[in-house]
């Protein structure tokens, strides 16, 4: 008996050293994979141990409550999930590569592969009969690598993460730390490189949530320096919030002018040159025109009316007459009218709305009726966007209520 025992704890510390070693040897950490050329990637971690209270929540509405129960068999089975994107923003489906972490049952997960993939050399291949199904006809790879499984259509993609374990893109790291994602996961994006860069941000991180029969989206605009000070730093009096509507869209700065002078500068020099042909025959830059707005613009688009408050109104005054107008200027379908200290674009002057609250740090809101965007749409499908300020980020708060989910589901049945 005494003996059993010993065999027993020996065989018990055998599979502890195992579980240990597989876990914090032989299984690397899931950043590893967010490798120097990731552009972008969609991450979901512990997924085993979320809520799918959302998620079945939609699924239910979406008419696919069928699929609820196969989720629950098979969630349990899934640590982390991570899908790479490679290449230019606007390609970026074209180079992807999925990672599936399914932690401890990865042996499990391994000796079920011959169900639906077949081995060559070191990858193994999805069989022909199941591709229509799952990858519209495509040849799908995929390869066992520290744990972890690779999908992808390309072996390429493949060797490009591969070859790269060990030099990870810090960027993406950093963001994949902020925001606590949901059952949905998140969705990050590097800016390196692109015109986002150089206005000061750093990268995007996306989460969405469904309650309550409405579907809400935070988009997190990380960045530092001047645009992120623009937009925390806001008038200290609303004086257009009585303009807030339906169709309307509010946007405010502490100094429009700055924000100018931030977005023209990732235009290339050899284009900058209409700015100097604007400054010589105005007799101000653009930045200038622009810093005369005193902190706020609405709009609707509907109507196409706009009202800005100008802090002072001799520069586009002077404009006008240059001209050859006094206060008033048709340039095209563009009308404009000098009134007090505002500017009016349109044929009349926009009037005040149902007007509304914002909040201190707010810059942006917009309650969009999608049919002005695309008439197949209803005059129920609407859309709202609320913009804030904090901290080294702007995010931008969507939301889509049950009739515009109605909408737009009834378009992808048909």
């Known amino acids: 008996m005494k003996r059993l025992k010993i065999l027993l704890l020996s065989l018990l510390t055998c599979i502890l050293i195992l579980l240990a070693g597989y876990k914090y040897i032989y299984h690397i950490p899931g950043k590893n994979f967010l490798v120097k050329n990731t552009r972008a990637v969609y ?18 509405k979406i008419g696919e409550e069928s699929q609820i129960e196969d989720l629950k068999k098979e969630k349990k089975y899934i640590k982390n999930i991570y899908i790479l994107y490679f290449g230019r923003m606007e390609l970026l489906n074209e ?46 790879f995929l390869k066992g690598y520290r744990g972890y499984f690779l999908v992808s259509d390309s072996k390429s993609d493949f060797e490009g ?3 790269n374990i060990g030099e990870t893109n810090e960027n993406l790291i950093a963001l ?4 606590k994602d ?50 925390k730093n806001q008038p200290e009096e609303r004086k257009m919030g009585k303009y807030l509507g339906e169709n309307r869209i509010y946007i405010s700065s502490s100094d429009f002018g700055k924000a100018a002078e931030i977005f023209t500068a990732s235009i290339p020099k050899e284009q900058k040159v209409i700015f100097d042909i604007w400054e010589s025959f105005s007799g101000a830059s653009v930045e200038e025109f622009l810093g005369d707005i005193d902190g706020e613009i609405v709009g ?16 586009f005054e002077k404009l006008f007459m240059i001209l050859g107008k006094s206060k008033r200027l048709k340039i095209g379908n563009i009308s404009l009218m000098i009134q007090g200290n505002n500017i009016y674009q349109g044929k009349e002057k926009l009037s005040p709305g149902i007007g509304g609250t914002l909040s201190k740090d707010q810059f942006f809101q917009g309650d969009i009726s999608l049919d002005l965007l695309d ?35 009834s378009k992808i049945k048909k």
Request: a neutral charge; glycine letters at 8%; charged letters at 35%.
């Open 300 to 315: 609707d688009i509907e109507k196409n009316q706009w009202i800005i408050p100008l802090k002072e109104t001799k520069r």
């Open 176 to 179: 994949k730390k902020r925001n």
């Open 375 to 409: 008439r197949s749409f209803s005059e129920e499908s609407k859309i709202s966007i609320k913009g804030r300020a904090e901290n080294d980020y702007l995010n931008l708060h969507t939301e889509l209520g049950e009739e515009t989910l109605d909408d737009i589901l």
């Open 43 to 60: 991450v979901n971690e512990n997924f085993n141990r979320k809520s799918i209270k959302p998620l079945e929540e939609l699924l239910v």
């Open 161 to 163: 993460v591969l070859s």
């Open 182 to 231: 949901n059952i949905f996961g998140k969705l990050l994006i590097d800016f390196s490189g692109t015109k986002g860069e150089l206005w000061g941000l750093k990268g995007s991180v996306l989460t969405g949530n469904y309650e309550s029969e409405k579907l809400s989206m935070d988009n997190k605009l990380v960045g530092e320096g001047d645009i992120i000070e623009l937009f």
């Open 95 to 140: 180079h992807r590569v999925g990672v599936l972490d399914p932690g401890l049952f990865y042996p499990l997960f391994k000796s079920r592969l011959g169900k639906y993939f077949e081995k060559s050399g070191d990858y193994y291949i999805l069989k022909e009969k199941y591709r229509e199904k799952y990858s519209s006809g495509k040849e799908v």
